[in-house]
């Protein structure tokens, strides 16, 4: 079983709309958790963290479900430049585990 | 920019070559980490340096191996290469001990194609 588990998408939404998407991760000990964004061919840049209490960050929502070992991102009020990769992690003591990533298409 | 750099930027070796990744870590930083993402997954941990000394290692054989020098940069070194190496090799930074989860900062990486 994959330490990190992700819907892969695609997901091709309107500008403006909703998307929301999660991932699910095996080891109940994991500590910390994040979202990373990739875009084609470049390297992940950190998005947000993911706190237990649930986060925003401008359009961006993170929340964590311990007990089910499972996280979501929403993204509202879509963007042309929210096109992306987002990319689930876990970190486990000193190394990160990563999902394969959501492919995110916003269309104009 | 978060002041990882990495060389080269790109690659191409053939089966059996060695090759050496190299990576500057951000300011302030005394861990670095490296990571393989192969085509159309995330990155896997290949191992992680901290004050010169490897501190953990991922599923990867003994043939990946690395260093980390006194300013902090580090390298990745491949023997034997084969073409499932063929990869975006990616470095990241960070502080160990400086809390709110360490976050790790990663350069732009090495795009390795091996024929």
């Known amino acids: 079983r994959k330490e990190v588990e992700q819907d892969p998408g695609p997901f091709n939404v309107p500008e403006g709309a909703t998307v929301a998407f999660n991932c699910t991760y095996s080891n109940s000990a994991s500590q910390s958790f994040f979202w990373y964004r990739q875009d084609c061919r470049k390297e992940p840049k950190l998005l947000m963290s993911v706190y237990s209490s649930g986060n925003e960050d401008g359009r961006f929502t993170a929340q964590l479900n311990r007990a089910s070992q499972y996280i979501s991102l929403l993204i509202r009020d879509s963007k042309l430049s929210d096109s992306a990769t987002y990319l689930c992690v876990v970190k486990e003591g000193y190394k990160l585990s990563f999902g394969a990533g959501t492919t995110v298409t916003v269309r104009a | 920019e978060t002041g990882v750099t990495q060389s080269p930027t790109h690659l191409i070796k053939t089966r059996g070559q060695q090759v050496t990744l190299r990576c500057s870590s951000q300011?302030?930083?005394?861990?670095v980490s490296w990571y393989q993402q192969a085509l159309g997954q995330g990155p896997q941990f290949i191992f992680q340096y901290y004050r010169e000394e490897e501190n953990g290692r991922g599923n990867f054989p003994p043939r990946f191996s690395g260093l980390q020098f006194p300013n902090y940069s580090s390298e990745l070194n491949v023997n034997a290469l084969e073409l499932d190496d063929s990869a975006l090799y990616l470095c990241?930074?960070?502080?160990?001990?400086?809390?709110?989860?360490?976050?790790?900062?990663f350069g732009p990486g090495t795009r390795l194609l091996v024929l």
């Open positions: 300011s302030g930083h005394n861990t």
């Open positions: 990241a930074s960070s502080s160990r001990g400086a809390g709110a989860g360490e976050t790790q900062y």
